[in-house]
């Protein structure tokens, strides 16, 4: 008789402590900060007032971004569209690459794969700065987010790695 009882009780505690509650959402919910700043200025002040028609805004194009500087460079987006071209590339490269075999894209199976696993698709191919790239017996890799791991083909860019994410 105990041993039923205990039985009973120990199951209505775990279907007791098994449900989960959902706090219930608030409209006006506020997020509290050690560097409070007034929400209700505009967040740019120097926005001038008076513009002048006779003038024409110019932007400065001469100073142009450095490659060799940034860390990686998408080649091709996980859709098969070549976001940068050879010219993006810095000049000490020399990475000469097909752009049909680049435009490739994952198929509808590996992108809807890639949406429900990682919630995100990741470029398909890298140029990665010489800087940047890390070494193991393998070859040469590079590690994109924590989450993404490009190894070196050998035209020279990073490709996606095939046997973990496809």
Do not use: H
């Amino acid at each position: 008789m105990k041993t039923y009882l205990l039985l009973i009780v120990s199951s209505c505690l775990l279907f007791a402590c098994s449900r989960k509650t959902v706090p219930a959402k608030t409209n006006n919910a506020t997020i509290v900060t050690n560097n409070n700043t007034n929400n209700n200025s505009p967040a740019n002040n120097n926005i001038p007032t008076n513009i002048d028609s006779g003038k024409t805004l110019t932007t400065d194009t001469s100073a142009s971004v450095n490659n060799s500087a940034l860390a990686f460079i998408v080649i091709t987006n996980g859709y098969g569209k070549i976001i940068n071209g050879q010219d993006a590339l810095p000049a000490d490269a020399n990475i000469e690459f097909n752009t049909f075999q680049l435009s490739k894209g994952f198929s509808a199976q590996e992108l809807s794969n890639l949406k429900a696993r990682y919630k995100t698709i990741p470029p398909r191919v890298l140029y990665v700065n010489p800087q940047n790239q890390q070494q193991s017996a393998r070859g040469t890799f590079y590690v994109l987010g924590k989450k993404f791991w490009y190894w070196k083909k050998k035209d020279g860019l990073f490709y996606l790695d095939e046997k973990y994410y496809l």
